[in-house]
């Protein structure tokens, strides 16, 4: 998800990682362990905690520089091992929940120009530009590694006054900058689409998207209200989440939250079971991990508990699952 080079970027400048996640239900030792996407109102609060907490005007920018491709998980294994740059962005497009970006994303292509368009920029308040610089320089960065060298970028608008560190901006991205524009957009060549990926490998990136797809999207039918619980409660796998906490993140009370979900005819715990199931499912599945560990990751602590509830979800143990499958 990106975050812990912004965990490192601010650690340097003297801010603890407690208080990068303080308010947001992530215990500080997730940045080591980012295999669970936080939810959206997370991620937000981590960000605002980072810019209100950051020393340096240019901070955000600078953590953005920090990134590999491992700081991003399946996501940035999944973009790095597709065939083209076309594919490596359709992934990353179509993934974008699991990159961690806090705006919505559209993309458009106008002529010899591809277009990323930020949706509704100015809700993000006084944190759009330390949100919008980090998350440029996170992608820039992210692409140059893939693509082995520098990504073709030919302009970027941002919708805020022109801070003091622009010629550091000008020096990343490489492009002409545009400040005070009516738009949030970033403009690239189109022509880079059609160029390989050197580190392309179709198995790996079809085991990546399965995953992603298997633990966001599992659920046919599902209403937006879900999608975001889902994401929610993947961001608090490992702990117990309960229903006061996610409606509490979603601006509703426990009793709005069981009401909206049975008018869709769905409940909470189905879906805590869903996305528990899910996550288990693809790790007995895509890795090696021991039944013990993934008990841990799924929010269990007790192993025969784990066990129990399998079998309920899908009929058979985990070890015999993961030796059906194998």
Known sequence: MGLRA??????EEGVSSAALVEGSGIDESWFDRPD????????????????????SSDAALRAGCRQTISDFGLYGYGMASSETVSDCLH?????????????NITREIRGD????????????????????EFWRSSMTTLLDLIMGQRFPS?????????????????EKFQCDLHFDAPVMEWHFDAACLSLPCPNASRFLATLCTDFCESVLTAGN????????IRLMLLGKIREQPVAAE???????????????????????QGLLDDVRASVAIQFLSSTRLPVEEIAHRVGF???????KAFRRWTGVTPRSYRSLGS
């Open 91 to 103: 992934f990353g497009y179509s993934q974008i929940e699991f990159a961690g970006p806090v705006l």
């Open 113 to 132: 120009t591809a277009v990323f368009v930020s949706q509704n920029p100015l809700t993000l308040g006084p944190i759009l530009p330390f949100s919008a």
């Open 221 to 228: 039918g599902q209403t937006p209200l879900q999608r975001e």
């Open 36 to 55: 669970i996407p936080p939810s959206r109102s997370q991620r937000v609060t981590i960000m605002r905690n980072a810019w209100r907490l950051a020393s």
């Open 246 to 268: 996610i409606a509490r993140e979603l601006g509703l009370s426990r009793r709005s939250l069981y009401r909206r979900l049975l008018e869709e005819n769905a409940t909470f």
């Open 301 to 307: 602590s007790d192993l025969s508990n784990f066990r």
């Open 154 to 170: 030919t302009a970027m608008f941002f919708p805020y006054p022109e801070p003091a560190h622009a010629n550091a901006l000008r």
């Open 6 to 11: 912004l965990r490192n970027e601010l650690v």
